[in-house]
């Protein structure tokens, strides 16, 4: 009975304090960009990534930009769906302001 007891309370530890992504409630200010891809002769008008890398990219067209207050978990969850939404014709870069 004890080592019942002794298994379940571990279990319950091990479990409970265990942290889930979106869990953080922290908010932060993100600055938001939302970019879409050229449109080519050849290929097919997508961003083979939803890297926000795309400063440099050529084929990045710039389309809007706005401030959001998202948690990380949240702004995460927005730069994935824009991109499978959009067909992987757009993306958002985030950038963190400081306040």
Not at 18 to 39: M, P
């Amino acid at each position: 009975m004890a080592k019942n007891f002794l298994i379940v309370l571990v279990l319950f530890l091990a479990f409970g304090c265990k942290k889930y992504s979106d869990d953080d409630t922290t908010l932060y200010k993100w600055n938001r960009d939302l970019y879409r891809a050229r449109v080519h002769n050849d290929n097919p008008a997508m961003f083979y990534s939803k890297d926000p890398k795309i400063s440099g990219n050529p084929d990045a067209i710039f389309l809007s930009s706005d401030y959001v207050i998202l948690t990380e978990y949240r702004k995460d969850k927005q730069q994935d769906s824009i991109y499978k939404a959009s067909g992987r014709m757009q993306v958002y870069k985030y950038e963190k302001v400081d306040n």
